[in-house]
């Protein structure tokens, strides 16, 4: 496989463990919502079009940095419990993401100082702690046998990165304004329907090294905290949506993506099979891209 154009290999790699086509979107419309929280009265989305697309490509190439770290720090683990993976079957290296990593940060880094210098030091922040969870907090041993605080840790990488994207949008813009608080809170938590449903495996793709919610909780907590974390998530829309611009057929809308992701939810607790597993991973893609994009709908509509 190593003997395959390179570009072909990452093409691949990127398809399984990265996936471009899905995660532009969902990078878009993260921050096609910021835009619409921190957005001055009576703008346009247009206005920010630089902003969205400087946005987009920084966030975009800084979450392929968390997957390349993510996969040099789980390497031995990996190996051990799952060779089926690009790195562990041979075809691309750790070496290989590394320079193409390396590659995207300076694209990162020269977008920023050519047309957002004055944010790029929230990106640096946000690249350190980044750094930090590659050296798993330097307490390696103990935060792997704490299962939800070493994904909740790893999650706070876009701490930073959610910051430097308001200041970036908006450089008058208020950490400490309410709506803000509720919409940086909202991103995490999607983040985290994200995080669990991708880590919600039916019984024949479960590994002994028991890495994901299922495996380590059983189907049954598992599916109550994804249950949960949507709720919570839900939740913090309405209170956005109803303080941005009331839109009955938007809250709607919003409402029924909520009920198929419960249907979703249901079926894989009763199947526990591939495809249920697959489902989930879907209708968790689909909350998270109407949730977002309804909030921008409410805002310039």
Known sequence: MKNKNFFFRFYKYQKERFPFVVLIFTTLSVVLSSVAVVAVSNAKLSDYNLEIFIGT????????NIRVFDDFKDNKFDNKYHKERPVQRGLITIKELNLVNFCFILIQILLNLIFAKETLIFWILAMVYSLIARKEFFVKK??????ILYNFLNTLQIFFLQIYLYALIEPMSSIKEPLLIIHFVFVLANAVI??????????????????TYSGRYGVKKASLTYFFSIFFSFTLFLIIIFQIAYVVSLVFFGIIVFIMNIMAILYYFFKQDNFSSKLIQGFAILIYLSLHLLIVGAAFL
């Open 142 to 147: 103990f935060i792997k046998k704490h299962f």
């Open 194 to 211: 994200l995080e669990i449903a991708r880590k919600l495996k039916s019984v024949k793709k479960e590994s002994s090294g028991r890495d």
């Open 57 to 64: 490509v920084t966030c975009l190439l800084f979450m392929f």
